[in-house]
Nanobody, 123 residues
Framework: QVQLVESGGGLAQAGGSLRLSCQVS??????MGWFRQASGKEREFVAA????????YYADSVKGRFTISRDNAQNTVYLQMNTLKPEDTAVYYC??????????????????WGQGTQVTVSS
């Protein structure tokens, strides 16, 4: 049974940092992604990583501030978030794609989703 379990969300001040984790179990995946959904808005792409070759992709809004990585031994994907801004406030979701992904930015490219973890950034 596939499970994606996120952790690490919480409250941070603007300019601060948080690290999100996504524990993966049940199978291996072609790629992993992080998305976020702010209240009243659509879910949007944040970052993605191809599991085997470590190629990474970022939304322009987080480029240079967020870093996605993975630990193969722990089957865990991380999202290191630095220089946080109030507009980063959202529920963050981990997502997994079984096969080839043509567009990492599209929610439909992913087959499995975690339950989400809340990130709140105060000004």
């Amino acid at each position: 049974q596939v499970q994606l379990v996120e952790s690490g969300g919480g409250l941070a001040q603007a300019g601060g940092s948080l690290r999100l984790s996504c524990q993966v179990s049940g199978r291996t995946f072609y790629a992993m992604g992080w998305f976020r959904q702010a209240s009243g808005k659509e879910r949007e792409f944040v970052a993605a990583i191809r599991w085997s070759v470590l190629t990474t992709y970022y939304a322009d809004s987080v480029k240079g501030r967020f870093t996605i990585s993975r630990d193969n031994a722990q089957n865990t994907v991380y999202l290191q978030m630095n220089t946080l801004k109030p507009e980063d406030t959202a529920v963050y979701y981990c997502a997994a794609a079984r096969g080839y992904v043509s567009s990492y930015y599209y929610t439909g490219a992913y087959d499995y989703w975690g339950q989400g973890t809340q990130v709140t950034v105060s000004s």
